[in-house]
Nanobody
Framework: QVQLVESGGGLVQAGGSLRLSCAVSGRTVSISSMGWFRQAPGKERAFVAR????????RYVDSVKGRFAISRDNTKNTMYLQMNSLKPEDTAVYYCTAVNRGSPNTWDYWGQGTQVTVSS
């Protein structure tokens, strides 16, 4: 099993920055990709960004391109989401997630989420 724990959420003014962290533990050798999703009030959970477990091939939803950056610290088994130029529409609960190599089309593991609130 894999455990994911997010941190770093909070309240920030529009135009500000936050860095989310996702601590990864457990059977990390089973992970092929990592990513971030978010769920805004009254909306479905939506994709934000992803990368391979080795830190390559980053992908982003169009609405965050140029503002958000996904990365990983290999020495700490921690994934990050650097969020700059935040907008009120970025307000959501952000979830860290991972893909198991055995089921490459499914986000198999999820964290508990961290709240990000951007005030106007």
């Amino acid at each position: 099993q894999v455990q994911l724990v997010e941190s770093g959420g909070g309240l920030v003014q529009a135009g500000g920055s936050l860095r989310l962290s996702c601590a990864v533990s457990g059977r990390t050798v089973s992970i092929s990709s990592m990513g971030w999703f978010r769920q805004a009030p009254g909306k479905e959970r939506a994709f934000v960004a992803r990368m391979t477990w080795s830190g390559g091939s980053p992908r982003y939803v169009d609405s965050v391109k140029g503002r958000f950056a996904i990365s990983r610290d290999n020495t700490k088994n921690t994934m990050y989401l650097q969020m700059n130029s935040l907008k009120p529409e970025d307000t959501a609960v952000y979830y860290c997630t991972a893909v198991n190599r055995g089921s490459p089309n499914t986000w198999d593991y999820w964290g508990q989420g961290t709240q990000v609130t951007v005030s106007s």
